[in-house]
C-alpha cells in the first residue's frame, strides 16, 4: 500500500555527501588530505561514493567538504593540462580514467567551516536541498559496486514517505561501539520499522544487533529537528539524534542490509578494503593474489 504521504512528496534526486570530517583516526596521512580521497586501489573512496548514487539514479550530488578539502574538488572538476598531456600521447584510456570523474554528476559544494558532527554537516545542505527528500552518503563509508541498498532504500521512501536507514547485524560484543536501532518487523520482506535510536549503547542493553551504516534517505524535515538538536556525545551535533526524534513519532524505516560494506575511515578496516578490492579487480588478481598468499605463508612460518 502507497502512504498519502508520500504520494505527495518529490521523488529523491539529490545525494548529500559529508566529507568534511577531521579524520583524526587516519593521521598523520589526513593531515592535508582528506580521508575520503585516501586510494582504494587507483580510485579515492568518495568516488565510489558518488559513483554509487548516480548508480541509484541521483544526480544532484552536494559534497560537504572543509579545511584541506581542495582535492576533493579538484578531483570532480575538468583537470585540463593533465588532459591535454594525455591527448598529446594518445593516451586514451587513461584520458577516459581522468574525465570519468568530472562527468559523472553535477556536482556541488558547501563548506562546514566548523566540522560541528555529521548531523551540523547534513544541516549545511539545507538550503541545497531545500523541501526535498535527499540521500546522504557517507564520503569514507564504502558499499560494494554491486550491491544495490541505495535503489532498495529510494523505493521504500518512495512508497511510504518517512526517512529510511540502512541497518547491518553484528555480533552483540560490536554494537556498543555503533548507533543501535530498536525495530519492529513489517509486512515487507527486509523492512522494518525502526522505533528509537540508541548512539553508542552500553555493552549488554542494546535494543538490537542492528547497527546504522553511512546511508540514509531523509526527509526534509530532518532540518527542522537538527535546528532544534543540541550537541551530543563528543560535542557534536549528532545526525543520529535527530533521527531518534524522527523515529519515536514513527516516520523511519530501515531496510536490513547483508550485503559487502566497507568503512575506509580507520587503518584496519581500510587495509581490509584496499586488498579485498584488489583482490576483485581483473587486471591486478592474477598477480597480486599469488603474491599474497605467498608472503602469508612467509609471514605465518
Ligand atoms: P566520522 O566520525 O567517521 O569522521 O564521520 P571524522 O570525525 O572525520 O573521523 P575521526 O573520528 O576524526 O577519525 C563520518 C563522515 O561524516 C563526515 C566525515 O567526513 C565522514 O565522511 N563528517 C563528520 C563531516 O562532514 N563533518 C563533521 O563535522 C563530522
Redesign the pocket.
Not at 555527501?17 to 587516519?26: E, I, Q
Not at 557517507?138 to 563509508?141: C, E, K, T, Y
Given at each position: 500500500m502507497v502512504d498519502s504521504g508520500a504520494a505527495r512528496t518529490p521523488s529523491v534526486t539529490k545525494a548529500v555527501?559529508?566529507?568534511?570530517?577531521?579524520?583524526?583516526?587516519?593521521l598523520p596521512a589526513?593531515k592535508a588530505t582528506?580521508?575520503?580521497m585516501l586510494p582504494v586501489v587507483d580510485k579515492p573512496a568518495i568516488q565510489y561514493v558518488v559513483e554509487e548514487a548516480v548508480k541509484a539514479g541521483l544526480s544532484d550530488m552536494l559534497l560537504?567538504?572543509?579545511r584541506s578539502k581542495r582535492s576533493i574538488e579538484d578531483h570532480f572538476d575538468r583537470a585540463y593540462e593533465l588532459e591535454e598531456a594525455l591527448t598529446a600521447k594518445e593516451d586514451w584510456d587513461k584520458l577516459g580514467l581522468v574525465r570519468e570523474s568530472s562527468e559523472l554528476a553535477s556536482v556541488h559544494y558547501v563548506r562546514?567551516g566548523?566540522?560541528?558532527?555529521?548531523g551540523?554537516?547534513v544541516l549545511c545542505a539545507a538550503q541545497h536541498v531545500g523541501d526535498e527528500p535527499f540521500a546522504v552518503l557517507?564520503?569514507?563509508?564504502l558499499i560494494h559496486p554491486d550491491e544495490s541498498l541505495l535503489t532498495k532504500m529510494i523505493e521504500v521512501r518512495e512508497r511510504h514517505g518517512g526517512s529510511v536507514l540502512a541497518l547491518m547485524e553484528l555480533d552483540p560484543e560490536e554494537v556498543s561501539l555503533y548507533g543501535c536501532a530498536a525495530i519492529a518487523p513489517t509486512a515487507e520482506d527486509g523492512v522494518v520499522m525502526v522505533t528509537d535510536l540508541v548512539e553508542k549503547p552500553v555493552p549488554g542493553q542494546a535494543p538490537s544487533r542492528w547497527i546504522l551504516i553511512?546511508r540514509y534517505v531523509c526527509d526534509p524535515e530532518v532540518f527542522d529537528v537538527l535546528r532544534r538538536t543540541q550537541p551530543g556525545r563528543g560535542g557534536?551535533i549528532q545526525l543520529t539524534d535527530a533521527l531518534k526524534i524522527l523515529a519515536r513519532r514513527g516516520d523511519v524505516r530501515g531496510v536490513l542490509f547483508h550485503g559487502r560494506r566497507y568503512?575506509t575511515?580507520?587503518k584496519l578496516d581500510y587495509l581490509r578494503t584496499m586488498v579485498q578490492f584488489a583482490c576483485d579487480r581483473p587486471d591486478l588478481a592474477s598477480e597480486f593474489v599469488p603474491w599474497l598468499r605467498k608472503y602469508l605463508e612467509s609471514v605465518e612460518q
Open positions: 555527501v559529508p566529507a568534511a570530517g577531521l579524520g583524526t583516526r587516519f589526513t582528506p580521508k575520503e560537504v567538504t572543509g562546514q566548523d566540522p560541528k558532527g555529521l551540523h554537516a557517507l564520503g569514507d563509508d553511512g557534536e568503512d575511515g580507520n
